[in-house]
């Protein structure tokens, strides 16, 4: 392997690794004199200002962090399907460099760059069984699965998830889908033998620390973040496998994940890929009888889905922090109005959030009249099996599923109005 030195930034030292294959990973350093470092895996984000603030700020904290960027050396596009096809081998190397200079290595990633990270763990402690100085995972806001599933279907874990032996930290903000999803995500990871730490950053969403809409909140936030992250690191330092895990090199093979549709959305509808397929509602491929929805408004009234038979009724999962979500409400409202006197409803479940945040949001933001359910614990949107902000379910007058849609969509065009009053309403 060679080592190439570039031309240094403001903050951070350039440099270029270069792999077995000859391919030049670009790195930049962000140097200090501690015992750990932090090598910063891609998310499929791109480049962004604020993660390299939280490195410097790491960096000032004692903490060395290298933002390692395969996807660039690869010439993959910057987005979350290309980091399917960066080797794993990329990342075992580019461990081996980072020990080099003696410090336990720990590895970050966020989003689906988890699944990364983990992959590239993995296959570094089968090349090196007995070498305990990878301290750990560090994840933010992890999307472990394969994929956005059907509607109304569990998504399935990448296999990776529950084949790991490292310790891992999991940052997680609370105004995000994959918050209802923490715990299944670390009885997932447990299954393995890691030693799983978790925490819930309130009133943040996820990126927060490089989104050009943070509030002052996830601007706070983000600022403080270097500081949890070293806690983070120092806890899983401190963490000590059990000798029989450690001595164990994981042999079963990692199955290959199958690279999501050109229309998966991330839990803030965001696609995942350059091209996006057009959204059109599909039929319902789930079990058709939906689970029971009984939820109260607003105003304290009490709105059961089984009191709605006889109708049809769209049912949508949203979350005023959601950009799609509020993006397609405009639309809902229009497609209300052009179902005025028909036996049609509309029912918005809320995602646990405050319900001074929702009124200041409908008076501020959108507004609609159709019903906003509070869904306080998140109990419905479990029980509905919902991966993906906005969701939604069309019912019809029988009480069953008949059409599910996840990520945003213009309601009130020709083509949903269609289906609604051929397929339902028999007009």
Known sequence: MAFVLCAGLANAESRELRLKDGTQVPVEVHAAKGNDLVLWLPAG?????????????????????????????????????????????????????????????TLLASARGGILALRGARAWQAKHPKDGNLGGVLLLHPNLFLGPPEPGKEAEYHPVAAQSRLPVYILQPEQSPWRWRLEATRKELEKGGSKVFTRVLT????????????????????????????????????????????????????????????????????????????????????????????????????????????????????ASWCPPCVKEMPSMQRLKEKMAG?????????????????RDFLATKVKVDFPILMDRDGAALKAWKV????????????????????????????????IIERAFLGM
């Open 45 to 105: 984000f791109g480049k962004h200002a604020g993660e390299a603030q939280v490195a410097a700020r790491l960096a000032a904290l004692g903490v060395e962090v290298w933002q390692a960027d395969p996807l660039e050396a690869r010439f993959l596009p910057p987005v979350e399907s290309s980091l399917d096809q960066v080797p794993d081998d990329d990342i075992v190397q580019l461990i081996e460099y980072a020990r080099r200079g003696g410090k336990r290595v």
């Open 203 to 318: 009133d943040v969403r996820d990126r927060f620390y490089f989104r050009p809409d943070a509030t002052s909140v996830e601007e706070d936030v983000a600022n403080r973040l270097a500081g949890m992250l070293r806690d983070s690191v120092q806890t899983l330092s401190d963490v000590k496998l059990a000798q029989a895990l450690a001595a164990r090199s994981p042999k079963t093979p990692v199955t290959k994940a199958a690279t999501p549709t050109d229309d998966a959305r991330d839990g803030g509808g965001r696609a995942t890929q350059g091209a996006v397929a057009e959204r059109k509602l599909r039929s319902y491929k789930g079990n058709p009888v939906p689970p029971p929805l009984k939820l109260t408004d607003l105003d304290g009234r009490v709105h059961d889905l089984a009191d709605y038979k006889g109708q049809v009724v769209l049912v949508n999962f949203w």
């Open 342 to 358: 028909k036996p049609f409803a509309i029912l918005a479940v809320n995602m646990a959030e405050s319900e001074n945040e929702v």
């Open 387 to 418: 991966f993906v902000f906005p969701t939604s379910f069309i019912i019809g007058p029988d009480g069953t599923v008949r059409y599910g849609l996840y990520g945003e969509y213009e309601w009130d065009k020709e083509e949903s109005v269609t």
